[in-house]
């Protein structure tokens, strides 16, 4: 049998041989000379640029240059010359800043499309044709003093996942750049009755990391169309080292989304809050004409036995991480957008796609840049692969990956119920049996003596080594939105109910040793209408109404004060599994309750012993404690210096949490 992938490389070859009595001069992917050290970006200077592109199959390669990133004739062709066995290389001696080029393979006498190259970093509109460019010359002020902000640990963070437009796009929230980069950090915007939106709000909230929905140049929207109504979520990658042009002001001109970038990140870190970009590695959002395969066709990409693209992904293809050339381009990726953009993080789509060495190459190498930045990614694939299961960065591989981290659907489903079937139910909606599920969540799906893995929801074992290698979460921009699927789900509960379970839900998540994620608007109920994908539904279902934080203002405060008592406590963020379960210790309950103790000593917790409990029953408990101890938090009450204090018996609100301290 043919090697998956080889079979469709070797099919195209023996056909064109046969067509054109060409003998094909490699056998499989692997006999092509691979250069995992030389440089693909294009060089500039002002007085020469340097253009090198990888193409073994390729017969001949040439650059086509314009004056416009979109329409008009090229006025200039040039030839590349193969100064190794595949690898091709121009020097144009003059100054070609803002200059528009496209590259050209020939493959079997067949000149492919043009393509601007897979590592192209600024491009038209549309992103069909790259341009030159003095990368120096789109840094905002004050740039090179620009800095991450600092964390301990990875579970310091606390996550807020955000879609570029939503936040902005909807008429009161008062932006003057509704849906653009620029409206995220505009100061001082205002919704119904004077609310704070876009930055001050996620000030006000007191997150510390924004994480954007993917922002690199997609092919869903038609950036020359932007005056009509259009909405994606940007899972369809086109360019991967560019921003997106429908989120700047002006997508005809290369170098403006560049800046506007770096204005949006650096805004940012002014305020304290690290910039994480969500990744698509995993596929393309073409297949037979992407960047990829209008380079060097099939290489990037897995192949089924029969030679047809494998679709882990089942977006019609999945990439091929494990080989040499496409490992380098997601390392150099990421630390260029690291370096060039100064993020502070990345969020790998179906990370599972990717193989473990890969994956730890990549982590090894952005820590080695800049040790306050983090990766974390979904640990599952949407289908079958060729790559084998014990090389794939699926979840319960996480404890073979220590600098990387990945999403718990044991604790997200857990706590409110299957995201694959809306009439189910979790822990805070009052399922029977969700316990052990939720205390695992609590300690970071770590190993953990006083939890029966049995009786946990997915997991029958710990997945990771340290309680930061997982992210608790409850919600995302997947499936519903919380408030969305407890309504959906849960029978004969009043509207407070309802809003109890939302709170208890996050409250669980901003005090479990993980670290959390949280949904933009959860804080003040966001709701789709009950759509459970909204990738590409108009704005009407995906914006973010500022009048929901006035009708929901006390949810909202809710959520503020949560997200300050966690960082007020590093007991919450312990950095080693060893420490958790040195120091975290399980309460007897009845059902429906989770309850645990905490020695923040270690951690130089202000409080040096804590207790934690959570009520998921619609009545309200009671638990048995020894000796007196200092409420801070009980149902709605947040006080760090203490409600009340009691002794021996503590009685804990219906559909709700109890924090307390000695």
């Not at 040439?62 to 030839?79: A, L, P, R, V």
């Not at 709170?503 to 901003?510: D, E, G, I, R, W």
Request: glycine share 8%; hydrophobic share 35%; aromatic share 12%.
């Amino acid at each position: 049998m043919i090697p998956n992938s080889s079979a469709a490389l070797l099919f195209l070859m023996l056909f064109l041989a046969a067509c054109t009595g060409k003998k094909p001069e490699y056998k499989s992917y692997d006999d092509y000379p691979a250069y995992p050290d030389a440089n693909l970006w294009v060089q500039y200077t002002p007085e020469a640029t340097t253009f090198t592109l990888w193409s073994p199959p390729a017969d001949a390669v040439k650059i086509n240059f314009y004056n416009e990133g979109n329409g008009g004739e090229q006025f200039d062709s040039q030839s590349m010359e193969q100064v190794e066995k595949g690898l091709w290389d121009k020097t144009i001696h003059k100054d070609l800043s803002g200059v528009y080029y496209t590259y050209q393979v020939m493959i079997n006498g067949q000149w492919l499309d043009e393509t601007p190259g897979i590592y192209a970093t600024a491009v038209g509109v549309n992103g069909k044709r790259a341009m030159v460019i003095d990368m120096t010359q789109t840094n905002p002020d004050g740039w090179n003093k620009d800095a991450s902000p600092e964390i301990n640990t990875p579970n310091d963070a606390i996550i807020y996942e955000l879609h570029v437009r939503d936040i902005t796009i909807h008429p009161n929230s008062g932006s003057s750049f509704p849906g653009k980069f620029l409206g995220l950090v505009e100061e001082d915007t205002k919704g119904p009755q004077g609310v704070s939106t876009a930055i001050d709000h996620m000030k006000e909230l007191g997150i510390t990391h924004v994480h954007l929905l993917p922002s690199f140049d997609h092919y869903a929207i038609d950036e020359t169309r932007l005056d009509e109504p259009q909405f994606n979520w940007g899972y369809d990658p086109q360019n991967y080292n560019v921003p997106e042009g429908s989120y700047s002001t002006d997508p005809y001109h290369a170098e403006t989304r560049i800046k506007e970038f770096k204005q949006m990140v650096k805004a940012f870190h002014d305020n304290g809050i690290g910039v994480i970009l969500d990744v698509v590695y995993n596929h393309t959002g073409r297949t037979d004409n992407s960047n990829f395969n209008l380079e060097v066709p099939g290489y990037y990409y897995r192949h089924n036995a029969d030679g047809s693209f494998s679709n882990a992904s089942a977006c019609g293809n999945e990439t091929a991480s494990e080989r040499a050339m496409m490992r380098k381009f997601m390392i150099e990726s990421i630390i260029f957008w690291a370096k060039e953009y100064h993020l502070d993080g990345f969020r790998f789509d179906l990370m599972g796609i990717h193989d473990i060495e890969t994956m730890n190459e990549i982590a090894a190498a952005l820590k080695a840049y800049n040790s306050n930045a983090f990766i974390y990614g979904e640990g599952w694939t949407a289908g079958g692969s060729p790559l084998p299961v014990n090389k794939q960065a699926l979840k319960k591989n996480t404890w073979r990956m220590p600098q990387i981290t990945a999403f718990s659907d044991d604790i997200r489903d857990g706590l409110k119920g299957s995201v694959f079937d809306d009439q189910s139910t979790g822990f805070v909606s009052g399922a029977p049996n969700m316990e052990a599920s939720v205390k695992f969540g609590v300690v970071g799906s770590i190993q953990h003596g006083q939890i029966d893995y049995q009786a946990v929801n997915y997991s029958d074992s710990a997945w990771t080594i340290d309680p930061w290698q997982a992210v608790s979460y409850v919600s995302c921009h997947d499936n519903h939105t919380l408030f969305d699927k407890l309504n959906t789900s849960v029978d004969n509960a009043s509207p407070e109910e309802i809003i109890a379970m939302d709170k208890l839900a996050n409250a669980v998540v901003l005090t479990s040793q993980g670290i959390p994620f949280l949904h933009a608007g959860v804080e003040m109920l966001r709701t789709k209408g009950g759509e459970h994908n909204s990738y590409n539904l108009p704005d009407s279902v995906n914006q973010i109404n500022w009048q929901w934080k006035v009708d929901h203002h006390d949810v909202f405060e809710y959520y503020q004060s949560l997200i300050a008592l966690r960082k007020s406590h590093p007991a919450f963020c312990m950095p080693s599994g060893n420490m958790v379960r040195e120091n975290l210790w399980f309460l007897e309950t009845e059902p429906g309750m989770v309850g645990y103790t905490i020695n923040g000593e270690p951690m130089g917790d202000a409080w040096t012993e804590m207790l934690v409990c959570y009520n998921a029953n619609r009545k309200a408990k009671q638990i048995e404690v020894e000796g007196s101890w200092t409420i801070a938090v009980l149902g709605d009450q947040f006080d760090e210096s203490g409600i009340k204090t009691v002794s021996n018996n503590i009685e804990i609100p219906a559909i709700s949490m109890m924090v307390a301290f000695r």
